[in-house]
C-alpha cells in the first residue's frame, strides 16, 4: 500500500505509543490499522505502553489484557474540517454498516471515537468476536 499522507498526522502523534523504531505508518492511523489487521494484529494504541514494547501485537495478547480489565482509552475528536484523502479506500475495506456516521472511512478519528466510548471499531469487533 503507498504512503499516503495524512491530514491529522501530527494530531496522531501526539497519542501514538508505537516504539517501532522506523515504521512508516506512524500517526497516519489508516494504514496502520490495516497493516496490523492484515496479521490479526491490532495497533500499539490497543495496548499499555508496557506491552506495546514487547512487540507482540497480537489479538491473542489483547484478548488477555481485556479479560483483566484494560481499556483502550483515546479522546475523541470532531471530524470538521477533515478531509481523509484515503477515506474511499478505506470505505472499501472497513466492514461498518452505519454509512451516515461522520467518521465512516476516516480511521483515526472512528478510533478515537470507539475508544472514547470503551468500544470497538466494527473492524476490530469482527476480530474479537471471531477470536472469543
Keep these: 500500500m ?18 517501532w523504531p522506523t515504521c512508516a505508518r506512524k500517526g497516519n492511523c489508516c494504514l496502520c490499522l490495516r497493516h496490523h489487521l ?3 494484529e491490532l495497533p500499539a494504541c490497543f495496548f499499555t505502553t ?3 514494547r514487547t512487540y507482540d501485537r497480537s489479538l491473542h495478547r489483547f ?6 480489565g484494560f481499556r483502550p482509552v483515546l479522546e475523541a475528536a470532531s471530524a470538521e474540517g477533515i478531509e481523509c ?7 472499501k475495506f472497513c466492514p461498518c454498516t452505519n454509512y451516515d ?11 478515537r471515537s470507539h475508544m472514547s466510548q470503551e468500544t470497538f471499531p466494527a473492524c ?9
Design 2 to 19: 503507498p504512503q499516503i499522507s495524512c491530514q491529522r498526522a501530527q494530531e496522531n502523534l501526539k497519542s501514538c505509543i508505537c516504539s
Design 38 to 40: 492484515e496479521d490479526e
Design 50 to 52: 508496557e506491552v506495546e
Design 63 to 68: 484478548l488477555n489484557l481485556y479479560r483483566q
Design 85 to 91: 484523502p484515503q477515506r474511499a479506500e478505506n470505505k
Design 101 to 111: 456516521c461522520e467518521f465512516h472511512g476516516i480511521c483515526c478519528l472512528c478510533m
Design 124 to 132: 476490530v469487533r469482527e476480530l474479537v468476536r471471531a477470536a472469543s
